[in-house]
């Protein structure tokens, strides 16, 4: 039975007891034979898994890993043309701005789940001092290969996504034979409730934080933009039951009820924030631009959730301020960044001008995060190192 308002919550609270059988079970036998680098160094031949693909495909892959991904490339049953073309209509309109708050409302909304904080801040790199960025790096592979033309066709999304998935499994895996973990208290590590909650955090979420910003997206992009976080919950192992919904006005229901009681302040949450924020102002944002872009931040996010997470009041108060006085705060902060479009006036949204400023800026950050070291594909863990 698909998530309905009715049963989101007792449908919620078993999917917080349900990992992924079939991913933890290949990955707890990578781990114990010491495969897992080798495998991560395999998944940066692995750019497509198209649906029905031949076995011999992927015949260069140990075949217990070939198996996996040769069933994880099946696409849902409820794949549809009009899907894929309602989020393309999404991502051609909207592409940039949504990948921007994607890595900055997104990711910090991970944090505001209690469980989501502990586990990425007691899953070695992705929750240490290089956490944010080795987490923007991985994720960007996800946030922009989303828009790419035919990317729900070519199978280079469910590629992407089913590596994510087998990370997802090695957190679950490390956890559970450390020994350590607090089943009672958490549930299960990552479980099936934290990723579909994800899926809510980088669709809807963001749908929220993009009008909250003036943004205005048509109910046809709005559905495109559910129905893509659809079929990425699917490749992320979850069952059917519990998949995001393809109605975007029911996941809006849905989330708003579930984050009521979901997010919450936390320590290990205001740890990881601060750490996100570092990164912005140290390697993302050019000099001067840190106070407008943390207050477009929390006013995507909402003061309430903002202050939650940790995030400092800023000295500039973007919704005091005239479409104007914005224009000369980022035209001044960011320089050439913005180009000519930089020094045109707006008018219509006082927002434009540091939605499309930032979103340069943090897409330039997402190339270099693509091509740095060579970290733009999910990497499964090895070992845990706690940071706590």
Known sequence: MPLTVETVEAELE???????PAADALVSDLIDNREVDGVNDLFRTIGTLKPHMAMSELSNLPERLAQ???????????????????AEGF???HHGVASMLQGTVGLI?????PTGAFTLRSTGRLGGVEGPGRRLSQSSRLFIGMGDKDALRNGTLAATVTKVRLVHASVRQLHTKSGTWDYAKWGEPVSQ???TGAACVFSVQILQAMKNLGVHVTKDDAQGFVCAWHYVNHYLGTPDKWLLPKDVDLVD???????????RASEDCTFMTAQALKFYKEQ?????????????????????????????????DLAAKPAAALHNIFSSTVGGLGGDSAKKAVGVNPYDEILGIAS?????VELYALTHDQDDQPQMHQELHDNR
Request: proline letters at 7%; glycine letters at 4%.
């Open 109 to 113: 909304g991970t944090y505001l789940s």
């Open 14 to 20: 078993a999917a917080n007891q349900e990992g992924d």
């Open 284 to 316: 993302m944002l050019p000099p001067g631009s840190y106070e407008p872009f943390v207050a477009m931040v929390r006013t995507a996010l909402t003061d309430r959730y903002a202050d939650m997470a940790g995030i400092p009041q800023s000295a500039v």
């Open 68 to 86: 996996f991904l040769h069933d994880a490339s099946e696409e849902p049953p409820d794949w549809s043309e009009a899907d894929v073309k309602a």
């Open 360 to 364: 340069k800026a943090f897409n330039k």
């Open 193 to 195: 409730k934290y990723t």
């Open 91 to 93: 991502f051609a309109h």
């Open 253 to 263: 229901r849905m989330w708003s009820i579930e984050r009521e009681r979901e997010w």
